[in-house]
Structures are given as structure tokens and as C-alpha cells.
């Protein structure tokens, strides 16, 4: 069995405007977590195919709608931490709210996606998704595990508190609300051999 490594974190006096004018450059992904850099690893096949599937019946589904599904490419910003992630898709409705004038970072994802990997997980569950709850326009982060079926979803309430729901049945329909897009596991799992 391959151990995954941890992807390496430091952290800088590097400011955020430093950081966005770096990573710009960069040939390699970094996050940006209020001082802490996170360089992004590779992803395996498993992850890849699920986030492939996502992004396939997102897209079908949003197609002539108003909201579109962005791959990882995509930077969002979170003002009130002055911090940059990249997940693994986001749903946005409407205009991109960019962060300034170069088209690669934004400011309002309605849902975000993260494909979790042993090395990622601590990272995509704890820090990172703090992060995102206090983006304003956030109301699901979704984490999809590629190495067993489980999938979880955090829901921003009315009141602004999180509600949680995990699902691990192949016959279970996940309902992803904002958009009204009701995805089943299978659909989520299709092609991937699990332990």
C-alpha cells in the first residue's frame, strides 16, 4: 500500500496581495490560509473520475441556467480572512464577483466541492472549511471521499449556523439545494473500485 504524504505547509510573512501576484506565477498550485501556504499535490485516478463525474452531471444539468460549475482552476477568495483556496469545483449563479481585474479569483461560490485523499482530508475538513463558512455567499461545502463511499455536506442555515448530513449508501440521493440538483452515489461513484 502507498502511503500518500501530507502536502507540505509553511508559513510566510508574505502578505495576501504578495501571495496572489506569486501564485500568478507560479507552475505550481499554492493555498493561502491567513500566512499559511499549502502547496497542492497531485491527485490520484479515483479523485480525478469522481470530480470528472461532478462536473459532468453539474454541467448537463446547469446548461441555459444562470449558474455554472468551475473546475479547480479557479481561486476563491475569502475577504474577511484575506486567504485563497482552490476547490475541486464550485457552483456560481450569476456575474463572477472577481477580486480584481485578472479573471482567475472570485468572491462568491454558492456550493464548493473538495475531493478528499488521506493527505488532504485533515486540511479540507478542519482549517479550510472554517474558511469557507465565513464566506458570505457560501450555502453548501460538499467533501466526497475517493477511498470509501462517504460523502458529507455542510448547509448554511437561515440563522447562519451549519447543518451536517452524511450519506454512504450506494442507493442514497444527495439534494444539492441551492441549485436543485438531486446527484444519487452512484452517479457520484460511477467507474471507481472501492475497497
Given amino acids: 500500500m502507498i502511503i500518500e504524504e501530507p502536502a507540505p505547509r509553511y508559513y510566510t510573512s508574505m502578505s495576501p496581495s504578495a501571495f496572489?501576484?506569486?501564485?500568478?506565477?507560479?507552475?505550481?498550485?499554492h493555498e493561502y490560509a491567513s500566512g499559511m501556504i499549502v502547496s497542492m499535490a497531485g491527485a490520484s485516478p479515483e479523485h480525478n473520475l469522481i470530480l470528472s463525474n461532478i462536473i459532468a452531471i453539474a454541467g448537463t444539468f446547469l446548461k441555459g441556467k444562470s449558474c455554472n460549475i468551475y473546475p479547480s482552476d479557479?481561486?476563491?477568495?475569502?475577504?474577511?480572512?484575506?486567504?485563497?483556496?482552490?476547490?475541486?469545483?464550485?457552483?456560481?449563479?450569476?456575474?463572477?464577483?472577481?477580486s480584481d481585474e485578472i479573471k482567475d479569483t472570485v468572491k462568491n461560490p454558492l456550493v464548493t466541492f473538495e475531493i478528499l485523499s488521506p493527505s488532504t482530508e485533515d486540511y479540507d475538513l478542519g482549517r479550510k472549511f472554517f474558511f469557507y463558512?465565513?464566506?458570505?455567499?457560501?450555502?453548501?461545502?460538499i467533501t466526497i471521499d475517493s477511498t470509501s463511499r462517504h460523502v458529507r455536506i455542510g448547509r448554511?442555515?437561515?440563522?447562519?449556523?451549519?447543518?451536517?448530513?452524511?450519506y454512504f449508501n450506494a442507493d442514497e440521493q444527495i439534494w444539492i439545494?441551492?441549485?436543485?440538483?438531486?446527484?444519487?452515489?452512484?452517479?457520484?461513484?460511477?467507474?471507481i473500485t472501492l475497497g
Fill in 74 to 98: 479557479l481561486l476563491i477568495y475569502v475577504p474577511s480572512r484575506e486567504s485563497y483556496f482552490y476547490p475541486d469545483a464550485s457552483i456560481i449563479c450569476g456575474a463572477l464577483d472577481l
Fill in 177 to 191: 439545494n441551492p441549485i436543485g440538483l438531486l446527484l444519487s452515489m452512484d452517479d457520484i461513484y460511477e467507474g
Fill in 133 to 141: 463558512m465565513q464566506i458570505e455567499t457560501l450555502k453548501e461545502y
Fill in 20 to 29: 496572489l501576484e506569486w501564485e500568478r506565477k507560479s507552475d505550481a498550485k
Fill in 156 to 166: 448554511k442555515q437561515s440563522d447562519g449556523a451549519w447543518k451536517f448530513e452524511e
